[in-house]
């Protein structure tokens, strides 16, 4: 298997690429509102590094969001240009499910873990994590979910830096972005297509914290 992995959900953008052999090559930036111009150029070069072309790519994953609106897109598409034009299996993991990976061993019934992403607004989108299937999902201020969280609960992802003057250091696990490392992704994925899992193209949907705002045109009089 050789696999591809982007991400694209918000201003923190990640690539990576493992070959036959397990070698991998990651790469991760801040994109100032330009993953479309970036996101190529950044997978390229990941696959130069292991003198692959994208042609020789057997898999594909990508990060579903939430995120921004446009930034989501941009992975997605992307992902899905090079799915339909090599007939690759394709995977869509949610954003939440990867920024919570590297602390979910902390995850337990009574201690349950937060990922949080910005949602804009000053507002944070969050999931629960507490071992159970049917986790909780939710957009509050800081304040707010400061009030909702349990005194067990910890927090991390991108957003948690939100939390700095409202939990003490010992319950946010992430100190500062970015907090999704590509290397992350390329664990989840490569454990579900071995499993056999992937997924049909038009499921590869952008997951949003909040529903796009879309005006109605005026009806004429």
């Known amino acids: 298997m050789i696999l591809a992995v982007l991400d694209t959900s918000t201003r923190f953008a990640g690539v990576g690429v493992v070959d036959e052999a397990g070698k991998r090559a990651t790469r991760a930036w801040r994109s100032n509102q330009n993953h479309g111009a970036e996101l190529m150029p950044a997978l390229v070069d990941s696959l130069d590094e292991l003198d692959l072309s994208p042609t020789d790519l057997t898999h594909i994953a990508v990060a579903l969001g939430p995120g921004g609106f446009s930034a989501v897109r941009v992975g997605i598409s992307t992902t899905l240009g090079l799915a339909v034009g090599?007939?690759?299996?394709?995977?869509?993991?949610?954003?939440?499910?990867?920024?919570?990976?590297?602390?979910?061993?902390?995850?337990?019934?009574?201690?349950?873990?937060?990922?949080?992403?910005?949602?804009?607004?000053?507002?944070?989108?969050?999931?629960?994590?507490?071992?159970?299937?049917?986790?909780?999902?939710?957009?509050?201020?800081?304040?707010?979910?400061?009030?909702?969280?349990?005194?067990?609960?910890?927090?991390?992802?991108?957003?948690?830096?939100?939390?700095?003057?409202?939990?003490?250091?010992?319950?946010?696990?992430?100190?500062g972005p970015p907090t999704r490392p590509p290397d992350s992704m390329i664990d989840i994925a490569s454990a579900k297509f071995r499993a056999g899992v992937e997924m049909p193209n038009e499921q590869i949907r952008p997951i949003y914290a909040r529903a796009p705002s879309i005006s109605r045109p005026k009806s004429a009089k």
Do not use: F
């Not at 910005?118 to 979910?145: F, K, M, Y």
């Open 86 to 175: 090599n007939q690759l299996p394709v995977l869509g993991i949610p954003t939440h499910i990867i920024e919570v990976y590297p602390h979910r061993k902390s995850i337990s019934s009574n201690r349950p873990v937060y990922s949080l992403l910005p949602a804009g607004r000053n507002e944070i989108s969050w999931q629960r994590h507490d071992g159970r299937p049917d986790s909780e999902t939710g957009v509050a201020s800081p304040e707010e979910l400061a009030d909702r969280l349990g005194p067990e609960a910890l927090v991390c992802g991108e957003a948690s830096e939100l939390m700095v003057e409202l939990l003490v250091s010992s319950r946010i696990l992430d100190t």
